[in-house]
T-cell receptor, first 113, second 111 residues
Framework: DSGVTQTPKHLITATGQRVTLRCSPRSGDLSVYWYQQSLDQGLQFLIHYYNGEERAKGNILERFSAQQFPDLHSELNLSSLELGDSALYFC????????????FGPGTRLTVL | SQQGEEDPQALSIQEGENATMNCSYK?????LQWYRQNSGRGLVHLIL?????REKHSGRLRVTLDTSKKSSSLLITASRAADTASYFC???????????FGIGTKLQVIP
């Protein structure tokens, strides 16, 4: 158990819908990262937050947005969902802004029908 | 394209054999990390090697880093069926640069 929690575990929804994925980092970790992993693909970095502020952006679509709250949990919002958004979404946390070891959550499996 | 690229993409060995996976990257790095992922699960950090280090050990794992060739290798000795997983390298260029993961090597250890 990494200490990072993600909810929900599974999400099945329809095209055009909007969903929110939630992540709670390990106690004491200030950084949260979001990744997307499609079938047989590597991890695509989406976004990094440190202590409530956005620090780096990757291949995140405009339909996606994220934020990190004062209690350091983070939410990833996916809107106008398309079939191609079906994937595993992971969050990871680390102690500082300089990404050393990242601790990954169990992921949320999103299926868009 | 990915900063880190693992090779081979898939590897199948017998239990007890050694498994070697390679990672090549394009730009200079601050450190390189190896992670393991069991099917559909979150990644688990295995080992981190900094740019000024050449070799690191952790249990049955041995990682080397050659910054002149921009490559790293992960050796798993005396493999076990439980080592069956995907292995990813991740490169960190330091500062606010994002950590970049490769597409992974899928290792199957046959009992």
């Amino acid at each position: 158990d990494s200490g990072v929690t993600q909810t929900p575990k599974h999400l099945i929804t329809a095209t055009g819908q909007r969903v929110t994925l939630r992540c709670s980092p390990r106690s004491g970790d200030l950084s949260v990262y979001w990744y997307q992993q499609s079938l047989d693909q590597g991890l695509q970095f989406l976004i990094h937050y440190y202590n409530g502020e956005e620090r780096a952006k990757g291949n995140i679509l405009e339909r996606f947005s994220a934020q990190q709250f004062p209690d350091l949990h983070s939410e990833l919002n996916l809107s106008s969902l398309e079939l191609g958004d079906s994937a595993l979404y992971f969050c990871a946390s680390s102690v500082s802004w300089a990404a050393d070891t990242q601790y990954f959550g169990p992921g949320t499996r999103l299926t868009v029908l | 394209s990915q900063q880190g690229e693992e090779d081979p993409q898939a590897l199948s060995i017998q239990e007890g054999e050694n498994a070697t996976m390679n990672c090549s990257y394009k730009t200079s790095i601050n450190n390189l990390q190896w992670y393991r992922q069991n099917s559909g699960r979150g990644l688990v950090h295995l080992i981190l090697i900094r740019s000024n280090e050449r070799e690191k050990h952790s249990g049955r794992l041995r990682v080397t880093l050659d910054t002149s060739k921009k490559s790293s290798s992960l050796l798993i000795t005396a493999s076990r069926a439980a080592d069956t997983a995907s292995y990813f390298c991740a490169t960190d260029r330091g500062g606010y640069q994002k950590v970049t993961f490769g597409i992974g090597t899928k290792l199957q250890v046959i009992p």
